[in-house]
C-alpha cells in the first residue's frame, strides 16, 4: 500500500523537474541571444541566424537520435561517426555507382538503421555495455568511412537535387527575407515525429520504461532485447538523416568528418532535461537544448573567440548540464 501511494507522488515531482529545466534552458537560449546580438550587430544578420539554423539542423537531428538512447539509460558514441558513415555509403551508392537520388536516400538511412541494430544487439544480446559498444562502433565506421571512400572526399556534383535537402528552401519565406532552409524543416519534422512516437506509441512507453526500472520490464514478460534494438536501430535511422543533411549542405561526403560531433549532441541532450540515467527526458528541450549550442557557438565565433577556447566552453557546459541532471535527481529521489 505503502509502493503504490508513493509511486504516484513521486512522478509530478518529476515532471515538475522537467518542466523547469525546460524552462531554464529556454530563459538561457533567450539570454543568449540577446547577449550577442547586443555584443555584435552581425548577429542577427540573415545570413549568419541562416547558419545557426544549418548548423541547428545537423546537431539537432543527432541529439534527437542521441535522446531516444539516453533515455533507455544508455549512450551512444557513434552518432557523429554513424552520420559521416551514412553520408559516405550515399556518396557511394549515387556519385560511384550512379544511382537515382531516392536510393540514395534510403540507402544512408537503411544503413543507418543497420548499424544502430547492430550497436543494440551487442548491449542487448551480448550484455557489451554501452558505453564501450558504442565507443568500438564509432572507432569501426571511423575506419570503414575512410577505407570505403579511399580517404578522399565524394562530390554530388552530378547527383541533381541532392544540395536542395539542406540548402534548399520548399516552405519559402516564413520570416520576412528568411528562407528556411530544408535542413531545419527536416528536423522540425522529425523532432515531431519522434515525440509522437514516445508519448503515443508502445515502442515509446517501452523506451521509459526500460530507462526506469529495465529489470522490472523483464520480469513483466516482455522482451526487452527486441525493444532495446530496436531503439537503437530507430536511432541510426535517425543519424543517416543527419548524414544526408550534412553531407547536402557541403555538396560532399567528408570521410574525417564526424568526431565530436556526439559531445555536442548528448550536450544538447542535457542541456534539454534529459537524465543520464534513463527514464526522463523529451524531443521539445533536446531542441531548445541544440539551439543554445549552436546559438552559444556561433556567438563565439562572431566575437573572434579561438577555436580551442570554444572547446574548453562546450567541456564546462557539458560538466555543468551533467551536474544539474544530478542535482535534479537527488532532489527527485
Known amino acids: 500500500m505503502t509502493a503504490a501511494s508513493t509511486t504516484p507522488a513521486a512522478k509530478p515531482a518529476s515532471n515538475s523537474s522537467g518542466m523547469q529545466q525546460k524552462l531554464l534552458a529556454f530563459g538561457s537560449l533567450v539570454v543568449l541571444l540577446l547577449f550577442f546580438s547586443l555584443a555584435s550587430d552581425k548577429f542577427l544578420q540573415t545570413a549568419n541566424v541562416i547558419g545557426i539554423l544549418q548548423a541547428t539542423s545537423v546537431n539537432g537531428v543527432l541529439a534527437v537520435a542521441a535522446t531516444l538512447v539516453i533515455i533507455t539509460g544508455g549512450i551512444d558514441l557513434s552518432v557523429g561517426t554513424l552520420m559521416t558513415f551514412c553520408a559516405v555509403i550515399a556518396g557511394v551508392v549515387l556519385t560511384y555507382w550512379g544511382l537515382p537520388l531516392p536510393l540514395g ?7 543507418g538503421a543497420l548499424c544502430g541494430c547492430i550497436s543494440g544487439t551487442l548491449i ?3 550484455k557489451i555495455p554501452p558505453f564501450i559498444a558504442t565507443l568500438g562502433m564509432m572507432l569501426i565506421l571511423k575506419g570503414l568511412s575512410l577505407v570505403i571512400s579511399g580517404t578522399k572526399p565524394i562530390y554530388f556534383n552530378d547527383t541533381p537535387g541532392f544540395s536542395e535537402i539542406s540548402t534548399g528552401s520548399l516552405i519559402g519565406d516564413v520570416l520576412p527575407f528568411m528562407p528556411v532552409p530544408n535542413g531545419v524543416l527536416i528536423l522540425f519534422v522529425l523532432a515531431i515525429a519522434i515525440a509522437y512516437v514516445l508519448n503515443r506509441t508502445v515502442l515509446g512507453r517501452y523506451t521509459f520504461a526500460l530507462g526506469s526500472n529495465e529489470e522490472a520490464v523483464r520480469l513483466s514478460g516482455v522482451n526487452t532485447d527486441f525493444w532495446k534494438i530496436a ?3 530507430l536511432s541510426g535511422a535517425i543519424c543517416g538523416i543527419a548524414g544526408l543533411i550534412i553531407a547536402s549542405r557541403l555538396n560532399s561526403a567528408q570521410p ?3 568526431l565530436g560531433y556526439e559531445l555536442d549532441a ?3 541532450v542535457v542541456i534539454g532535461g534529459t537524465s543520464l540515467a534513463g527514464g526522463r527526458g523529451s524531443i521539445l528541450g533536446t531542441l531548445i537544448g541544440a539551439l543554445i549550442m549552436s546559438v552559444l557557438l556561433n556567438g563565439l565565433r562572431i566575437l573572434s573567440v579561438a577555436q580551442e577556447w570554444q572547446t574548453i566552453v562546450t567541456g564546462l557546459i557539458i560538466i555543468a548540464a551533467v551536474y544539474a541532471d544530478m542535482m535534479r535527481r537527488r532532489r527527485a529521489g
Not at 105 to 111: P, R
Open 256 to 258: 574525417a568528418l564526424g
Open 124 to 126: 542487448a544480446k551480448m
Open 266 to 268: 548528448i550536450a544538447a
Open 231 to 233: 531503439i537503437y536501430s
Open 105 to 111: 536516400i534510403l540507402a544512408a538511412i537503411a544503413m
